[in-house]
């Protein structure tokens, strides 16, 4: 398997992408001042704009030269008023120019069927995919947009569904699209806060203009943080570990890394890539929920070997099971983590 992983604008990061080129595909990155599907790069304006995006074209220079193809993130869940404006499309369009000559970007991730058939129109050949924010699950619902998109991410949901990946997998085999997943969300399965909090973070550069009466986190950190529901994080979790990659093997070839705000993306890539990891769990994940664990961390390396193949196989049934439970029990280790 090989990574599909998220720029971050430090010179570590960038050297480390190009010290471990072998097991990078592409890096995924968003243009400073566009809205995108995470926090940070919406927000600054500026001065600070400019300099982010000095560094991120040194960076990203680098990381092309030397052979990794790159993905251009315009994924917010809103565009808000100019989501149909013809300005909006020509400054898309030049960026995509730039980025396609000289940052081997071959790629377009977005949510917007209007971005989507942009792209087709005046790029030849760039691949246009669905975001997972669009929570594409079944063939109807690739179906529905086919004519806009070349390629589709999983729903995070389906990760513990190998049938209808299956599915979903033939379907786009026999279609000529392609399918493809995020192995490391720390999103909670089915949470119904997910396009609030999704329109909040396209947002950003407006809302931090305001005197805000309150702020908004996720409620999962809430629920994570009650002792009773705590125990639930294994169970209702999305992600695939770096042990159980090899289960997806049959189906993909790249998995995408969610590693643009992760404080150690190194860590990230190199226990994916090595398929094994001793550490506090969560902190593989984006969002990373260890803070609400502290001082107590989960490690990975305690959890049953074949945790993996077993919440493929389990169908969810959580309410009559306690498994996941019970690994979560068995794996905390009482304060050995840090306060945050």
């Known amino acids: 398997m090989r990574y599909s992983v998220g720029y971050q604008a430090r010179p570590d990061w960038a050297e480390e992408i190009v010290r471990r080129r072998e097991s990078v595909a592409e890096v995924y990155f968003a243009w400073p001042g566009v809205a995108n599907g995470r926090g940070g790069a919406a927000v600054i304006a500026g001065e600070d704009e400019w300099r982010e995006q000095e560094q991120m074209r040194a960076e990203l220079s680098s990381i092309a030269q030397a052979g990794i193809d790159t993905n251009l993130l315009l994924n917010a869940m809103c565009y808000g008023a100019q989501s149909q404006a013809r300005s909006f499309f020509m400054a898309l369009g030049g960026i995509i120019d730039f980025v396609g000559r000289n940052w081997r970007t071959k ?3 977005t949510t917007s069927p209007l971005i989507a058939r942009f792209v087709h129109a005046n790029f030849p050949g760039m691949e246009v995919r669905a975001s997972v924010n669009m929570g594409v699950g079944s063939v109807e619902g690739m179906r529905t947009v086919e004519a806009y998109f070349d390629g589709f991410y999983l729903r995070r949901e389906l990760n513990r569904h190998p049938a209808q990946i299956e599915r979903m997998k033939k379907w786009c085999d026999e279609n000529g699209k392609r ?5 490391n969300s720390g999103c909670v399965r089915d949470c119904a806060m997910h396009a609030f909090h999704d329109t909040l973070v396209a947002h950003e550069r407006e809302i931090a203009q305001f005197d805000n009466a309150y702020a908004f986190e996720g409620v999962c950190w809430e629920r994570l943080k009650a002792p009773g529901l705590r125990e639930e994080y294994l169970q209702n979790a999305t992600f695939v570990r770096p042990e159980d990659i090899g ?15 992760n404080r150690d993306p190194a860590r990230v890539l190199e226990a994916y890539s090595n398929g094994r990891y001793r550490g506090s769990l969560p902190a593989l994940m984006e969002p990373n929920h260890e803070g609400a664990f502290a001082p107590d961390i989960l490690e990975n390396s305690a959890l049953p070997a074949d945790f993996g193949r077993r919440v493929m196989e389990c169908g969810q049934r959580c309410e009559r099971c306690g498994a996941c439970k019970k690994a979560f029990r068995d794996a905390l280790r009482k304060g050995e983590g840090i306060v945050c």
């Not at 399918?179 to 192995?183: E, I, Q, V």
């Not at 993909?252 to 643009?260: D, E, G, I, N, P």
């Open 107 to 109: 790629s377009v991730t």
């Open 247 to 261: 289960l997806y093997e049959e189906w993909f070839s790249v998995a995408k890394l969610a590693t643009r705000t």
């Open 179 to 183: 399918l493809h997943f995020l192995a």
